[in-house]
Structure formats: structure tokens, C-alpha cells
């Protein structure tokens, strides 16, 4: 089979403009490297808090091997607690203490959790941002998964709210309802 030249040019660049898209969106930085799967977990946390119904916040799993667990409620401040800690250690400022327990802050209802969640995140982005090639190996000391280094608690971040969106997903589907991340595929593979 012959390919005009014109045709030839045309399936080349099809094949290189992919590649190029592709390289546009790889990452740039040290805060980019971790801004895009933080990024991509807090929308996954976020949408599953977002679909738990309120009157749901106060569920715990109690069959099987439950006892003790956290309310739907709690791992929603946990997390938002514990973003606010790891990222308070990188900037060298004193963490909330007990997150583990849900931290100082008093938000209890779905609206409080959604706004304290949502304030975490936008405080976790913004600190993220500021990692960079000098910094990012600084040493970093305090109760949440220190000692470690600037971009070692930024990564521990992500697979904590990693961690617990895992979790929070299984307490929706003991609800009957399905996690927003997964709605878009056919009922098969949900």
C-alpha cells in the first residue's frame, strides 16, 4: 500500500500530538508531583461526604468487626483534622491537637464537617504549593508522622485521606449508596 506524502505528514503528527498533550500535563515541580493526586483525593473525599445524607452521619458499621470504629461524622474530621496538621507541621507551626479524636474544632453537622473538610483542603493546597526543590528534604518534627521532610508529610497526606476515603466508600455502600467515583460505570463493574 502507498502513503502520499501529505498522508504520511497527517498520521505523524496525529501520533505526536498526543505525546505532546501528554507531556503538557506531567508535572513541573516537587508541589506539582504531589498537588495532582492531592488534588484527585480531596474530590473523591469530598464528593463521598457530599452524597452521605445527614441523617446518615452518625452511622458506624457494628456488623462484624466494628466495635469502636468511627461514625461517618468523625472520619470526616479526622480527616479534615489531620490536614490540618500535617500541613501546620510543615510550616513549622503547632498542629491541633487529638485529631485522632477529631481534633479541637467544634463542627458537628454535615454542613459544619462539609465547610471544615473544604477549609483543609484549601489550607493543604496552599502550603503544598510551597514545596519546592530547596525545601523539600527539610527536616520536619512533630506528633503527625514526623520526623520526616516537607515532602515526605505531603505525601503522607495524600495517602491518609487515601486511607480514609477507603473506608468512608464502605460505610456509603453499607448505606445503599453508590460512591459518586463509581456511578459512571455500568452496574457490572460498580
Given at each position: 500500500m502507498k502513503f502520499s506524502k501529505g498522508l504520511a505528514t497527517m498520521a505523524l503528527a496525529m501520533a505526536v500530538l498526543p505525546t505532546a498533550a501528554q507531556q503538557e500535563q506531567i508535572p513541573t515541580s516537587i508541589a506539582s508531583s504531589v498537588a495532582q493526586p492531592f488534588e484527585m483525593v480531596q474530590r473523591?473525599?469530598?464528593?463521598?461526604a457530599e452524597a452521605m445524607p445527614e441523617t446518615k452521619y452518625s452511622f458506624a458499621p457494628t456488623d462484624g468487626n466494628f466495635k469502636g470504629v468511627r461514625t461517618f461524622a468523625e472520619q470526616v474530621k479526622h480527616v479534615a483534622c489531620a490536614n490540618f496538621a500535617f500541613f501546620d507541621e510543615i510550616e513549622?507551626?503547632?498542629?491541633?491537637?487529638?485529631?485522632?479524636k477529631g481534633g479541637p474544632s467544634p463542627a458537628k453537622t454535615k454542613a459544619e464537617l462539609l465547610k471544615y473538610l473544604r477549609e483543609s483542603f484549601v489550607y493543604g493546597n496552599r502550603?503544598?504549593?510551597?514545596?519546592?526543590?530547596?525545601?523539600?528534604?527539610s527536616r520536619v518534627d512533630g506528633p503527625y508522622a514526623g520526623p520526616n521532610?516537607?515532602?515526605?508529610?505531603?505525601?503522607?497526606?495524600?495517602?491518609?485521606?487515601?486511607?480514609?476515603?477507603?473506608?468512608?466508600?464502605?460505610?456509603?455502600r453499607m448505606n445503599g449508596i453508590v460512591p459518586p467515583t463509581t456511578q459512571q460505570y455500568p452496574l457490572a463493574v460498580r
Open positions: 473523591d473525599f469530598l464528593a463521598v513549622g507551626r503547632t498542629p491541633p491537637d487529638h485529631c485522632e502550603v503544598l504549593a510551597t514545596v519546592n526543590a530547596q525545601n523539600a528534604l521532610t516537607r515532602l515526605g508529610i505531603s505525601v503522607v497526606a495524600v495517602w491518609h485521606i487515601t486511607d480514609h476515603y477507603g473506608q468512608i466508600v464502605e460505610y456509603l
